[in-house]
Nanobody, 117 residues
């Protein structure tokens, strides 16, 4: 069974930083492109970023480009999202996902990020 468990969220002030982690199991981690997606209250899932299987190629939504950095450690089956200069509009539940922007499978456990003063 594919498991993707996100952690590291919390409450942070505007301009602050957080680092999210995602522990993966149940599939060959190093073979897949992985993504981060988020969902704000009352809104649809929004794709945030993706990273290729080897970690060389990354892509970001325009709304987070220059502020967020995606990375992965294939030896630890772990995906990361470093979020800097956070804004209130970044408030959402963040999930890791197996797949690419156009088609992904979202993990069951997300992590809440709240940006507020």
């Amino acid at each position: 069974e594919v498991q993707l468990v996100a952690s590291g969220g919390g409450l942070v002030q505007p301009g602050g930083s957080l680092r999210l982690s995602c522990a993966a199991s149940g599939f060959t981690f190093s073979m897949y492109t992985l993504s981060w997606v988020r969902q704000s209250p009352g809104k649809r899932l929004e794709w945030v970023s993706q990273i290729s299987s080897g970690g060389r190629t990354t892509d970001y939504a325009d709304s987070v480009k220059g502020r967020f950095t995606i990375s992965r450690d294939n030896a630890k089956n772990t995906l990361y999202l470093q979020m800097n200069n956070l804004k209130p509009e970044d408030t959402a539940v963040y999930y890791c996902a197996k797949g690419v922007r156009q088609s992904y499978t979202v993990g069951r456990q997300g992590t809440q990020v709240t940006v507020s003063s």
